[in-house]
Nanobody
Framework: QVRLVESGGGSVQAGGSLRLSCAAS????????MSWYRQAPGTEREFVSE???????RYAESVEGRFTISRDNAEKRAYLQMNDLRTADTAMYFC?????????????WGQGTQVTVSS
């Protein structure tokens, strides 16, 4: 069982920055693919960014060049550095951990941290 706890959300003005953190406990941490998703009111949860155990990354087009995902395997943490924030980035941000046993995914989610960007 893996427990994920997000932190670092808050309210900022457009153009500002925030750094989200996802602390993990339990599980064979380095094997987990760590992702960030977000969900604005009235919308579906959407993919933001992902980093695997080899630190390979990918991003949603909407955040490419502004957000940077990273991980610290010793600390069992994943981070999302968000720069040049826009009002459209306002959402609840969730951390997700996935590990595959064969073809079967084991998926865990955190409770989320709110990011609010004002103009």
């Amino acid at each position: 069982q893996v427990r994920l706890v997000e932190s670092g959300g808050g309210s900022v003005q457009a153009g500002g920055s925030l750094r989200l953190s996802c602390a993990a406990s339990g599980g064979p941490w380095p094997e987990y693919i760590m992702s960030w998703y977000r969900q604005a009111p009235g919308t579906e949860r959407e993919f933001v960014s992902e980093i695997d155990s080899r630190h390979s990354t990918r991003y949603a087009e909407s955040v490419e060049g502004r957000f940077t995902i990273s991980r610290d395997n010793a600390e069992k943490r994943a981070y999302l550095q968000m720069n040049d924030l826009r009002t459209a980035d306002t959402a609840m941000y969730f951390c997700k951990a996935v590990r595959y046993i064969g073809s079967k995914p084991l998926t865990y989610w955190g409770q989320g941290t709110q990011v609010t960007v004002s103009s």
